[in-house]
């Protein structure tokens, strides 16, 4: 069952990613590198990609769609959770404070 529903989300993201004309296997690159050393640099090259390629709610769907099936992953561990959540965080602290 878990992994008929991973295919469906699978195919949600590609889905939606084809229709919003966005390279999600470039967010997938980006992403894994922050899951993998979770630099400063990583960090920055995922939020400069986010604030790039999402300007409507449909875009925000998408990454958040994205991000969410890649830490509810079983394969993931909790330090590259973790480092999704410092990915997450910087992006909207970065959205909070540019728009006040």
Not at 82 to 100: E, G, K, Q, R
Request: aromatic fraction near 12%; glycine fraction near 2%; charge should be negative.
């Amino acid at each position: 069952m878990e992994v008929a529903l991973r295919k469906v989300q699978d195919a949600e993201i590609q889905e939606l990613a084809a229709e919003l004309n966005v390279d999600i296997t470039e967010f997938a690159n980006l992403l894994q590198a922050v899951m993998e050393s979770c630099t400063k640099e990583s960090i920055a090259n995922g939020k400069a990609w986010i604030f790039l390629n999402s300007s409507t709610k449909r875009h925000y769907d998408l990454i958040t769609l994205y991000l969410l099936r890649r830490v509810t992953d079983p394969g993931s561990t909790f330090l590259q959770r973790l480092y999704v959540i410092y990915l997450v965080n910087d992006t909207l602290h970065h959205w909070y404070f540019s728009a006040i």
